[in-house]
T-cell receptor, first 114, second 111 residues
Framework: EAGVAQSPRYKIIEKRQSVAFWCNPI?????LYWYQQILGQGPKLLIQ????????DSQLPKDRFSAERLKGVDSTLKIQPAKLEDSAVYLC????????????FGQGTRLTVV | DAKTTQPTSMDCAEGRAANLPCNHS???????VYWYRQIHSQGPQYIIH???NNETNEMASLIITEDRKSSTLILPHATLRDTAVYYC????????????FGTGTSLTVIP
């Protein structure tokens, strides 16, 4: 089965610029997660979608980060404007639902803000 | 927030069993224990999960203590490709079923 697809794999931008990441979850997976992983740390949940509705975005810095999941399938995560501390790997994951299931992760997008 | 405690790092000789401990003393009755690993520059990979019974699959075994306050992930015959960061995660319906990652255990398999 095809895995979670993310693009781009790498992105370098200057601070104050904007950037967007794209995620295509596994077909049929209702739940989609975005995580931020700073070097040397475990992934931190930014936002969780159930179909096209937001379940939890309590850790999303809403002044600069936004995310959407149109039609309950693909999702985009945007940062505007970027700061140096946003340099991290952004991971997308999906799972079939919210009950006892496992999540599948994409390869991530490595963002460097200079 | 992460509700697990793991050693920062461990070494294991190639071909030997790797036993990775995890403490989750505040686990509640409806919370599952999940294990993921992350090989350098890749996304986390699911290994195994359980509620209270021991579990085994093609990758590993999960031993959960009777009081459920701790667990051990066992890789029966570690290979160099098992070198990775291993995350023990307690997942609850009450927190929307998010996967909260701690800092994990960095396992190095030594030739």
């Amino acid at each position: 089965e095809a895995g979670v697809a993310q693009s781009p794999r790498y992105k370098i931008i200057e601070k104050r610029q904007s950037v967007a990441f794209w995620c295509n979850p596994i077909s049929g997976h209702a739940t989609l997660y975005w995580y931020q992983q700073i070097l040397g740390q475990g992934p931190k949940l930014l936002i969780q979608f159930q179909n096209n509705g937001v379940v939890d975005d309590s850790q999303l810095p809403k002044d600069r980060f936004s995310a959407e999941r149109l039609k309950g399938v693909d999702s985009t995560l945007k940062i505007q404007p970027a700061k140096l501390e946003d340099s991290a790997v952004y991971l997308c994951a999906s799972s079939p639902g919210q009950v006892e299931v496992k999540a599948f992760f994409g390869q991530g997008t490595r963002l460097t803000v200079v | 927030d992460a509700k697990t405690t793991q050693p920062t790092s461990m070494d294991c000789a190639e071909g030997r069993a790797a036993n990775l401990p995890c403490n989750h003393s505040t686990i509640s009755g409806n919370e599952y224990v999940y294990w993921y690993r992350q090989i350098h520059s890749q996304g986390p990979q699911y290994i195994i999960h359980g509620l209270k019974n021991n579990e085994t699959n093609e990758m590993a075994s999960l031993i959960i203590t009777e009081d459920r306050k701790s667990s051990t992930l066992i890789l029966p015959h570690a290979t160099l490709r098992d070198t990775a960061v291993y995350y023990c995660i307690v997942r609850s319906r009450n927190t929307g079923n998010q996967f909260y990652f701690g800092t994990g255990t960095s396992l190095t398999v030594i030739p």
